[in-house]
Each structure stands twice: as C-alpha cells, then as structure tokens.
C-alpha cells in the first residue's frame, strides 16, 4: 500500500518542471474552463441532456443571473440509481460505444464533459427516476468531490440544480458578468432551442419571476410567433431542398425587417444550434441588393444532414461544426433563398406602425393621414432637376448638389466634394450629443401611438434602458402580454415608422450589453444610440435636396473639420485646390 501511495505521489504531485500527468480534479477544471463559459453554458448542457433524454417538457430556473443557482428539470426517461456517479465521471455516456460512433451522431450530448465539468466547478445536485420506477435516487457532488447516491422521492424524468457556480474557482468567477446580462445570454439559449423544438414545452422562470412560457405549438410558425412580431412572422416566405446527404428548410422574413445585426439570423444543423460564416454568407448573397448595407435579414435555416456529410466533434460547445461539402450546401442555400425572394411580394403594407394599432382597434387611417405617409419623405418645393448653382449668403460661395448624392461646394482656394449623408449625419451628431450632454434632446409625441410586439427578452431590454431611451426621446409604455406601446420618439425621427425605430433600438441594445461607464465618457452603448440617431435622421444618398436645405446643411457645417469622418469611419469630402487643378490642366507658367 505504501509502494501505491508513494507512486500516486510522485504522478499526481511531480518535481517542478518534470512532465507529468495531471491530477482528475485539474483535468475537470481545465475541461471546465472549454466546455462551460458562463451559466448560459450550463443551462445548454442541461438542456441537451433532457432532450437527448426524450423530455416533451423542460423547466428552467435561475437566480442571480445563473451565479447562485441554475436548476433544469424534464420529464425524460431518466437515471437509474446505479448510473447516477457515472454521469459525472470524465467521458462517461451513454450515447457511443465506439470510435465508429462519432460518424453518425443522432444526439446534441456525446462527449461525456459537460456534468464533469460542472460538478467540477460547483456544487451539484442530480435527482432522477426512471419512467415506470417506483422511487428515485439522488446524488451531490461539489468541487469534484462525488457523494453516494441514495434513495429519493421524485417525479419521472430528470431534475439538476447548479449552486455558486465557479465558487472553486474565483479567479473565473469575477470575469462573470451582471446577473441581468447573464439573464440575457441565458434567455438567448432559451429561446435558440424553444424555436428549434416547437412539440416541447418549455418553462422559463428568473428569480421567482416567470419570464418565458412555451406551450407545444402546432408547428414551427406558432413557435416563432411567440418571439417576433405577428407581422413579421406572417411574411415569412419559405424554401425547400431536399437531397439525399442534406436537406434543408428556410424560413426568411422580407428585406424592411432587417435589422442591425445578425441576431435575427438562426441556422441550426438536425436541432443544433450553429454558427457558420460560410451559411451566413450564403444567406446575406440570397438578400443581395435587396437589405441595405448595414443591415441583415432576419432568416431560420434548418438543416437535416446525413451524419457522414458533418463532423460535430469541433468544439466541445459542438456550436461549431465542420461540413463535408459547404460550398456545395453554401450555392444550394443561395439559390433557393434568391429565387423565392425574386418571385415573392415583397413589397410593404400599406398600415405600418401607428395605421396598424389604428385598424387593430377597430378604427381605420384618416385619408389625410395615408396621404401624408406616402409624402412624409418628399422635399417641399424640391426642384425636378438638380445641378444649378446656389450662392451661400453667408459667404457668397456658390454650390450645387450632384446627382443628388454629392454636393459640391466653392473653397476658398478650390473646390470641396461633400458626401451630403455623411456631412449631414456628422452635424446632427455633434448636435445631438450636445442636446443629450445638456439633458435636452427635444421628442415628438405621437397622436396615435405604435403598438409594437416584442418578446420578453426584448421587453427586459426596453425596461433595464427605459432611462436612457427615454432621455434620448424614446417613451414606451408595457401594453399588455406581448407588446408595448411607443408614446414619442426623438424629435430627429418624428418622420420614422415608430416600429422599425424601436426594432432598431433593441438591436443596438442586444449588441452593447450593459450600461455603465467608463472614466466618465460615454458607454459604448449610448454612442451607438446617438449615432443610430443621427444616421436614421440624416439625409440619405439619393435624397434631392432644395436650395435652402442645401444652404442650410452648408452653413450648419460651418467651422466643422472636413477631414473628420462620419460615425461609421466615412470620409465626409475631398478637396481640390486651385493648385491641383493648375497642375492637372497645365496651367503653371501659362
């Protein structure tokens, strides 16, 4: 026993600097550190189990944010007593036998980390009981330390509950977030599988508080009605390939509901929630020329491979994953995606915003009212035709617009060619943060406010910002289960569809988290609210502009630095002196 102990000894606890091979507990902590990122990790791990386990229903709980307490339970088949410890031993599963088996993975789980991991990092407690059994068992196990299992009193199926999660590892634990941005990531995870599995039901509940309730839906379109807007939902067109090694479905809304980024685009492979540059590069080819730059299409991608086609043992996430053939599946995407769009109407509806809410209460748009939407954008007393000189009164230089994208403008000692978006944007940039600096960004309140759905993810993110938003001229109000109501709006977008403002607002929200400071200068969040301002309300390229918007746009951009650039790093004008053009023209020493 001696000779055993001493050979552990020198295995487990070496000479610095010697090979050696590292302790279990160091592996599951290591192991830990790739497969668990934060409390959103553990809840898609736990998720995985129940569905790889035939659960029809899931419950999620969490406290703090997941930093307390996360606690999954399904009605899967469940454990037997025996197989309890086994769950948490490195690379135990259920669902291989063979190498052979990773070349045709059926199930989310294969790897046998993710309970190790966690029991590594956390104290974990497994309840379970077998369909049919006539008790449970129960088991704990906290900072790799494993309990016994022992008789319990449970329903069928599966529950885990995950306390103080990284409480072994502190220095891991402080690069946590806030609980409200570790609720958002893990209500992202929630929704991902929600959509991906509409014949389960799912129950999300935060600090007490339910905040996503999923019944089983009919099919896939129910499903996403309870995440998007109706309007959206109902535009969707749809495209199918089927192929012998991969088929795939895709749901894509129409070019005006893009938005800011590409949370709105979800690809999954056979159930999986993945991500693919080359599958989203096939998607936004599909929107070619038809979605702004800037902007995505918001788009569901379901893929059915055979499992020889992919290789799901990347990444002990398994969120990234290697194709066969992806250029193959990348031009089949495109083709499809293209042509259903070319041959779809994808033209807007006439009642967008306050029309809808109008007609949903039972009232109909004024004709005046239709009038003035479709005239909203028109330039009063707008020439036909651009191009004759207008002089600055103020200076006396002359300037003209150019194909109503450029204006060029008379310098003191040349020419100056100005990107009229560009130079515009910038100026009410500078001005807007001056107005929000001063606590006094002016706000245009609606005669009929917009009634806008939203989910409960992006609710949240309305109410955690609602100061901020509101400082900037942006006031919604709760309207119910599922909406909320849009009472003003920044005073510089009084012309815009309140719901694509709002639809654009929770985009940039989604992308810049939480909202502290920094050395006393402005988050990065409310910067892109303010340059999301600015940009919406500035004049667009293409825009024919009037004699006196011009001469106005020119003299508000007085004392300004032409070589700065707009908020999205474009450069504002280019210059051309009297000297450069002497030399083009040759005309030095004439």
Known sequence: MVAIHNLLSNIYNP????????????????AAGEVIERPASVVKELVENALDAGATRVRIEVEEGGRKRVRVSDDGHGLAPDDLPLAFAPHATSKLAAADDLLRISTFGFRGEALASIGAVARVTIL????????????TIEAGSLGEARPAAAPEGTSVEVRNLFHAMPGRRKFLRSPDVEMGHIEEVVTRFGIAHPAVRFEFAADGVPRIT???????????????????????????????????????????????????????????????????????????????????????????????EVDVNVHPTKIEVRFRNVWRLHDRIVAALRGKLLESDLAPHLMPGAFAAAAAGGGSPSPQAIVDYFVRDAVPGAPLLGGTPVPLVASGRRCFQLHDRY????????????????????????????????????RQLLLLPAVVEVSSAERTRLEEHAAVLESMGLLVDDFGAGSIVVRSVPALLKDADPTLVVRDVLDRLGEHGETEKSEGHPIPMIDGLLEFLACRAAVKFGDRLSPEELARLLTDAEGMDYSATCAHGRPTAIKMTLDDLEKYFKRRGA
Do not use: W
Not at 15 to 25: C, E
Not at 412 to 426: K, V
């Open 15 to 30: 000479p610095m600097g010697s090979i050696h091979v590292l302790a279990p507990d160091v592996v599951n902590k290591i």
């Open 128 to 139: 379970s009981r077998v369909r049919g059994a006539v008790e449970g068992a129960e088991l």
């Open 214 to 308: 999923l019944p089983p839906a009919g099919g896939l379109r129910e499903r996403l009605g309870a995440f998007f807007e109706r309007e959206l939902v109902d535009a969707l067109v749809e495209a199918e390939s089927e192929d012998a090694a991969a088929s795939f479905r895709i749901l894509a809304a129409p070019p005006r509901f893009a938005r800011l980024s590409l949370r709105g685009q979800f690809v999954y492979l056979n159930g999986r929630f993945i991500r693919d540059r080359v599958l989203t590069r096939a998607i936004n080819e599909g929107f070619r020329e038809m979605v702004p730059h800037g902007r995505y299409p918001v788009v569901f991608l379901f893929l059915d491979l055979a499992p020889g």
């Open 407 to 442: 204006i060029v403008e008379e310098a003191e000692d040349g020419i100056r060619i100005i990107d009229q978006h560009a130079l515009h944007e910038r100026v009410l940039l500078e001005e807007i943060r001056r107005q929000y600096a001063s606590a006094d960004v002016p």
